[in-house]
T-cell receptor, first 109, second 115 residues
């Protein structure tokens, strides 16, 4: 079956760096997405990786290794507003998005 | 109004009621989606429409009935639901159905409680 694994919850300190990992086993691969979802709000797009390597976008970076079925989202200079759930999703060979359960990130002062 | 809107934001219904959820996208997209989000579970894709035609139905019970009258509007008709159907129902849209960094844009969701 298809599966996306990510930690359920992580805690980090304001101003620090945190890495959220995602491993996947899917039927084919056509891209990996990271979304941010604040409590009670809609998921919003953060990043897209289809080739191996690091994509940087401001304080957020996303890394992909297709051979390892692995990605991570790196958040730098953490701010309190970064407290949210981070969802990893992979587009499979049928171009359907397979979602992880999300990682709840708690930022402490 | 921009983006993806959903109404109502909150809905409480009994198991014998009939209600409908509405989604509207103002982005000119061709594909629309219904998802169910339960606590601590992955998003579950329920229905996919492309150019107003249903292209995916992931074994959803018949008590959920989608309708897509045009590319901007999507409905989810509900009847004789069960308490386990209580969840956040999210609507999303994307430019096309597949390929490239075609991201999905989500509405704020309808929080449904079935008593």
């Amino acid at each position: 079956g298809q599966n996306i694994d990510q930690p359920t919850e992580m805690t980090a300190t304001e101003g620090a760096i945190v890495q959220i990992n995602c491993t996947y086993q899917t039927s084919g691969f056509n891209g990996l997405f990271w979304y941010q979802q604040h409590a009670g709000e809609a998921p919003t797009f953060l990043s897209y990786n289809v080739l191996d390597g690091l994509e940087e976008k401001g304080r957020f970076s996303s890394f992909l290794s297709r051979s390892k079925g692995y990605s991570y989202l790196l958040l730098k200079e953490l701010q309190m507003k970064d407290s949210a759930s981070y969802l990893c999703a992979v587009r499979d060979s049928n171009y359907q998005l397979i979602w992880g359960a999300g990682t709840k990130l708690i930022i402490k002062p | 109004e921009t983006g993806v809107t959903q109404t109502p934001r909150h809905l409480v219904m009994g198991m014998t009621n009939k209600k409908s959820l509405k989604c509207e996208q103002h982005l000119g997209h061709n594909a629309m989606y219904w998802y169910k989000q339960s606590a601590k579970k992955p998003l579950e894709l329920m229905f996919v429409y492309s150019l107003e035609e249903r292209v995916e139905n992931n074994s959803v019970p018949s008590r959920f009935s989608p309708e897509c009258p045009n590319s901007s509007h999507l409905f989810l008709h509900l009847h004789t639901l069960q308490p386990e159907d209580s969840a956040l129902y999210l609507c999303a849209s994307s430019q096309e159905l597949a390929g490239g960094p075609d991201t999905q844009y989500f509405g704020p969701g309808t929080r449904l409680t079935v008593l």
